[in-house]
């Protein structure tokens, strides 16, 4: 029965790092722009001369 008090604190811990991660994702400007991303495909890229060889 102790493994499973140490089997729920290690997933409530590992919930808290994961929230920790989204919060500072969010807060970095992670998904500021989600527009570009899904317009970036109807877009082609330029051939420079290097490629094009």
């Not at 994702?25 to 989600?34: E, F, L, R, V, W």
Request: aromatic fraction near 14%; include cysteine.
């Amino acid at each position: 029965m102790e493994i499973m008090y140490i089997l729920i604190g290690c997933s409530v811990l590992l919930a808290l790092v994961f929230l920790c991660a989204f919060f500072w994702a969010n807060k970095s400007g992670q998904h500021d722009d989600t527009y570009t991303p899904s317009v970036r495909i109807l877009f082609d890229d330029e051939i420079t001369e290097e490629e094009g060889k």
